[in-house]
């Protein structure tokens, strides 16, 4: 699976952004998709996942009424919709895939075999 990521800029506090993930390759049936960030200096931190076929959607505490994860099926395409973006959501943004996870470990980075290359979020005045 092939992952590439987009989306990402400068915007305000307050603001919001779109990240996009498109997938290449494989079929997606048996995936779990996620997304990640990290920050300068820090380790690379979950936001959100969900299962490609269906199901409930996983978030951050930090992130939940402020993000939204949804996918387009046709386009095999991943979003992240967030809103009320804070200075300390700036970081880099990773899409992440991996077939056959459960639910207790779509958090962990280390468990996804599949990255798209990052893009940069930054949240300032």
């Known amino acids: 699976v092939q992952l590439q990521a987009s989306g990402g800029g400068l915007v305000q506090p307050g603001g919001s952004l779109r990240l996009s993930c498109t997938a290449s390759?494989?079929?997606?049936?048996?995936?779990?998709m996620g997304w990640f960030r990290q920050a300068p200096g820090k380790e690379r931190e979950f936001v959100t996942a969900?299962?490609?076929?269906?199901?409930?959607?996983t978030y951050a505490d930090s992130m939940k009424g402020r993000f939204t994860f949804s996918k387009d099926t046709a386009k095999k395409t991943v979003y992240l919709q967030m809103n009320s973006l804070k200075p300390e959501d700036t970081a880099v943004y990773y899409c992440?895939?991996?077939?056959?996870?459960?639910?207790?470990?779509?958090?962990?980075?280390?468990?996804?075999?599949?990255w798209g290359q990052g893009t940069q979020v930054t949240v300032s005045s």
């Open positions: 390759g494989r079929t997606l049936n048996n995936y779990v």
């Open positions: 969900m299962k490609w076929s269906g199901g409930s959607t």
């Open positions: 992440a895939a991996q077939s056959g996870l459960i639910t207790t470990m779509v958090s962990r980075p280390d468990v996804y075999g599949y």
